[in-house]
T-cell receptor, first 112, second 119 residues
Framework: EAQVTQNPRYLITVTGKKLTVTCSQNMNHEYMSWYRQDPGLGLRQIYY???????DKGDVPEGYKVSRKEKRNFPLILESPSPNQTSLYFC???????????FGPGTRLTVT | AQKITQTQPGMFVQEKEAVTLDCTYDTSDQSYGLFWYKQPSSGEMIFLIY??????QNATEGRYSLNFQKARKSANLVISASQLGDSAMYFCAMREGFGLGRGADGLTFGKGTHLIIQP
Protein backbone atom coordinates (compact mmCIF):
# COMPACT_ATOMS: atom_id res chain seq x y z
CA GLU A 1 0.00 0.00 0.00
CA ALA A 2 1.33 3.40 -1.04
CA GLN A 3 1.72 5.52 2.02
CA VAL A 4 3.57 8.18 3.97
CA THR A 5 4.21 7.36 7.61
CA GLN A 6 5.11 9.73 10.42
CA ASN A 7 6.25 9.09 13.96
CA PRO A 8 5.35 9.92 16.59
CA ARG A 9 1.70 10.80 16.01
CA TYR A 10 1.48 12.74 19.26
CA LEU A 11 4.24 14.36 21.26
CA ILE A 12 4.29 16.60 24.31
CA THR A 13 7.68 18.02 25.16
CA VAL A 14 9.33 20.88 27.01
CA THR A 15 11.03 23.99 25.71
CA GLY A 16 14.56 23.38 24.54
CA LYS A 17 14.53 19.59 24.39
CA LYS A 18 15.68 18.48 20.93
CA LEU A 19 13.28 16.26 19.05
CA THR A 20 12.97 14.54 15.69
CA VAL A 21 9.80 13.68 13.81
CA THR A 22 10.40 10.94 11.28
CA CYS A 23 8.79 10.67 7.87
CA SER A 24 9.03 7.79 5.43
CA GLN A 25 7.39 7.08 2.06
CA ASN A 26 7.31 3.84 0.07
CA MET A 27 6.51 5.28 -3.37
CA ASN A 28 10.03 6.16 -4.51
CA HIS A 29 9.00 9.80 -4.78
CA GLU A 30 11.67 12.40 -5.42
CA TYR A 31 9.92 15.28 -3.73
CA MET A 32 9.13 15.48 -0.05
CA SER A 33 7.88 18.37 2.07
CA TRP A 34 7.04 19.32 5.62
CA TYR A 35 4.04 21.51 6.46
CA ARG A 36 2.69 22.88 9.67
CA GLN A 37 -0.97 23.62 10.25
CA ASP A 38 -2.20 26.25 12.67
CA PRO A 39 -5.78 27.35 13.32
CA GLY A 40 -6.92 30.02 10.89
CA LEU A 41 -3.71 29.81 8.84
CA GLY A 42 -4.14 26.67 6.77
CA LEU A 43 -1.01 24.66 5.97
CA ARG A 44 2.35 26.33 5.42
CA GLN A 45 5.42 24.70 3.95
CA ILE A 46 8.43 24.48 6.27
CA TYR A 47 11.08 22.72 4.16
CA TYR A 48 11.16 20.66 1.04
CA UNK A 49 13.54 18.28 -0.67
CA UNK A 50 13.89 17.57 -4.38
CA UNK A 51 16.01 14.48 -3.92
CA UNK A 52 18.71 12.94 -1.74
CA UNK A 53 20.95 15.61 -0.23
CA UNK A 54 18.93 18.41 -1.86
CA UNK A 55 16.81 20.46 0.53
CA ASP A 56 15.57 24.03 0.66
CA LYS A 57 13.52 26.37 2.81
CA GLY A 58 9.79 26.79 2.45
CA ASP A 59 7.71 29.64 3.81
CA VAL A 60 8.30 29.14 7.56
CA PRO A 61 11.71 27.44 8.08
CA GLU A 62 12.85 29.25 11.24
CA GLY A 63 13.55 26.87 14.11
CA TYR A 64 13.58 23.73 11.98
CA LYS A 65 16.15 21.54 10.26
CA VAL A 66 15.77 18.67 7.84
CA SER A 67 17.96 16.08 6.19
CA ARG A 68 17.56 13.76 3.23
CA LYS A 69 20.17 11.03 3.40
CA GLU A 70 17.93 8.40 1.83
CA LYS A 71 15.22 8.84 -0.76
CA ARG A 72 12.48 7.37 1.40
CA ASN A 73 13.17 9.31 4.62
CA PHE A 74 12.85 13.01 5.42
CA PRO A 75 13.07 13.71 9.15
CA LEU A 76 12.15 17.06 10.70
CA ILE A 77 14.41 18.21 13.50
CA LEU A 78 13.63 20.80 16.15
CA GLU A 79 16.94 21.56 17.83
CA SER A 80 15.45 23.75 20.58
CA PRO A 81 11.65 23.65 20.45
CA SER A 82 9.66 26.62 21.66
CA PRO A 83 5.95 26.97 22.49
CA ASN A 84 5.27 28.76 19.18
CA GLN A 85 6.16 25.50 17.44
CA THR A 86 3.14 23.82 18.97
CA SER A 87 1.28 22.73 15.86
CA LEU A 88 0.05 19.90 13.68
CA TYR A 89 2.81 18.76 11.33
CA PHE A 90 2.37 16.96 8.02
CA CYS A 91 4.92 15.26 5.85
CA UNK A 92 4.07 14.89 2.17
CA UNK A 93 5.61 13.35 -0.92
CA UNK A 94 4.97 13.63 -4.63
CA UNK A 95 6.46 12.88 -8.02
CA UNK A 96 7.87 15.63 -10.22
CA UNK A 97 4.62 15.95 -12.13
CA UNK A 98 2.80 16.29 -8.85
CA UNK A 99 -0.82 15.50 -9.59
CA UNK A 100 -1.24 14.85 -5.92
CA UNK A 101 0.70 15.21 -2.76
CA UNK A 102 0.43 12.19 -0.52
CA PHE A 103 0.16 13.32 3.06
CA GLY A 104 1.20 11.47 6.16
CA PRO A 105 -1.29 11.13 9.03
CA GLY A 106 0.09 14.14 10.91
CA THR A 107 2.04 14.67 14.13
CA ARG A 108 0.46 16.74 16.83
CA LEU A 109 3.23 18.47 18.76
CA THR A 110 2.81 20.40 21.99
CA VAL A 111 5.74 22.33 23.44
CA THR A 112 5.27 23.53 27.01
CA ALA B 1 -1.56 39.36 -1.34
CA GLN B 2 -2.93 35.95 -0.56
CA LYS B 3 -2.49 33.40 -3.28
CA ILE B 4 -5.47 31.32 -2.23
CA THR B 5 -8.58 32.91 -0.75
CA GLN B 6 -11.44 30.99 0.80
CA THR B 7 -14.04 33.51 1.88
CA GLN B 8 -16.32 31.17 3.83
CA PRO B 9 -14.86 30.35 7.26
CA GLY B 10 -17.87 28.17 8.06
CA MET B 11 -21.00 26.82 6.41
CA PHE B 12 -24.08 25.00 7.64
CA VAL B 13 -25.89 22.95 5.02
CA GLN B 14 -28.90 20.66 5.17
CA GLU B 15 -28.23 17.01 4.37
CA LYS B 16 -28.83 16.05 0.72
CA GLU B 17 -28.45 19.62 -0.50
CA ALA B 18 -25.68 20.59 -2.90
CA VAL B 19 -22.80 22.63 -1.49
CA THR B 20 -20.48 25.09 -3.19
CA LEU B 21 -17.24 26.00 -1.46
CA ASP B 22 -15.57 29.10 -2.86
CA CYS B 23 -11.93 29.44 -3.79
CA THR B 24 -10.15 32.18 -5.69
CA TYR B 25 -6.47 32.15 -6.54
CA ASP B 26 -3.75 34.49 -7.67
CA THR B 27 -0.83 33.49 -9.87
CA SER B 28 1.09 34.82 -12.83
CA ASP B 29 2.12 31.32 -13.93
CA GLN B 30 0.46 29.89 -17.03
CA SER B 31 0.85 26.35 -15.79
CA TYR B 32 -0.59 25.58 -12.38
CA GLY B 33 -2.72 23.04 -10.61
CA LEU B 34 -5.61 23.50 -8.23
CA PHE B 35 -6.48 20.99 -5.54
CA TRP B 36 -9.08 20.40 -2.91
CA TYR B 37 -8.46 18.49 0.29
CA LYS B 38 -10.82 17.35 3.01
CA GLN B 39 -9.71 17.24 6.63
CA PRO B 40 -12.11 15.45 8.99
CA SER B 41 -11.91 15.88 12.73
CA SER B 42 -9.47 12.96 12.88
CA GLY B 43 -6.91 15.23 11.23
CA GLU B 44 -5.73 13.46 8.09
CA MET B 45 -5.59 15.28 4.77
CA ILE B 46 -7.69 13.54 2.12
CA PHE B 47 -7.19 14.45 -1.51
CA LEU B 48 -10.49 15.07 -3.31
CA ILE B 49 -9.91 16.52 -6.76
CA TYR B 50 -7.50 18.46 -8.93
CA UNK B 51 -7.69 20.68 -11.98
CA UNK B 52 -4.81 21.58 -14.27
CA UNK B 53 -4.74 25.07 -15.70
CA UNK B 54 -4.77 23.71 -19.24
CA UNK B 55 -7.64 21.32 -18.67
CA UNK B 56 -10.59 22.50 -20.69
CA GLN B 57 -13.18 20.44 -18.89
CA ASN B 58 -14.08 20.79 -15.25
CA ALA B 59 -12.76 17.95 -13.12
CA THR B 60 -15.20 15.54 -11.53
CA GLU B 61 -14.71 12.74 -9.00
CA GLY B 62 -17.89 11.03 -7.88
CA ARG B 63 -19.95 13.57 -5.92
CA TYR B 64 -17.21 16.19 -6.21
CA SER B 65 -16.79 18.56 -9.10
CA LEU B 66 -14.59 21.56 -9.56
CA ASN B 67 -16.14 24.64 -11.15
CA PHE B 68 -13.07 26.11 -12.84
CA GLN B 69 -13.43 29.64 -14.18
CA LYS B 70 -9.97 30.58 -15.38
CA ALA B 71 -10.71 34.17 -16.36
CA ARG B 72 -12.15 34.86 -12.92
CA LYS B 73 -9.39 32.81 -11.23
CA SER B 74 -11.85 30.77 -9.29
CA ALA B 75 -11.93 27.06 -8.54
CA ASN B 76 -15.02 26.32 -6.50
CA LEU B 77 -15.70 22.85 -5.14
CA VAL B 78 -19.21 21.53 -5.60
CA ILE B 79 -20.44 18.61 -3.51
CA SER B 80 -23.66 17.13 -4.78
CA ALA B 81 -26.18 15.47 -2.45
CA SER B 82 -24.30 16.23 0.76
CA GLN B 83 -24.01 13.59 3.48
CA LEU B 84 -23.38 13.79 7.20
CA GLY B 85 -19.92 12.36 6.59
CA ASP B 86 -19.03 15.39 4.50
CA SER B 87 -18.75 17.48 7.67
CA ALA B 88 -15.10 18.53 7.77
CA MET B 89 -12.63 21.29 6.98
CA TYR B 90 -12.04 21.80 3.27
CA PHE B 91 -8.90 23.35 1.89
CA CYS B 92 -8.24 24.73 -1.55
CA ALA B 93 -4.61 24.64 -2.66
CA MET B 94 -2.49 25.56 -5.66
CA ARG B 95 0.78 24.39 -7.11
CA GLU B 96 2.42 26.83 -9.45
CA GLY B 97 4.52 25.50 -12.30
CA PHE B 98 2.31 22.40 -12.24
CA GLY B 99 3.54 19.57 -14.44
CA LEU B 100 6.88 21.23 -15.04
CA GLY B 101 8.85 19.18 -12.54
CA ARG B 102 8.44 21.71 -9.79
CA GLY B 103 6.86 19.31 -7.34
CA ALA B 104 9.06 20.58 -4.57
CA ASP B 105 7.50 24.00 -4.79
CA GLY B 106 4.77 22.55 -2.70
CA LEU B 107 1.19 23.54 -2.29
CA THR B 108 -0.06 26.93 -1.18
CA PHE B 109 -3.17 26.46 0.92
CA GLY B 110 -6.12 28.64 1.71
CA LYS B 111 -7.29 29.01 5.29
CA GLY B 112 -10.09 26.54 4.86
CA THR B 113 -13.88 26.31 5.14
CA HIS B 114 -15.48 24.43 8.00
CA LEU B 115 -18.49 22.63 6.54
CA ILE B 116 -21.16 21.22 8.83
CA ILE B 117 -23.91 19.07 7.37
CA GLN B 118 -27.08 19.09 9.41
CA PRO B 119 -29.62 16.22 9.38
Amino acid sequence: EAQVTQNPRYLITVTGKKLTVTCSQNMNHEYMSWYRQDPGLGLRQIYYSMNVEVTDKGDVPEGYKVSRKEKRNFPLILESPSPNQTSLYFCASTTGLGHEQYFGPGTRLTVT
Amino acid sequence: AQKITQTQPGMFVQEKEAVTLDCTYDTSDQSYGLFWYKQPSSGEMIFLIYQGSYDEQNATEGRYSLNFQKARKSANLVISASQLGDSAMYFCAMREGFGLGRGADGLTFGKGTHLIIQP
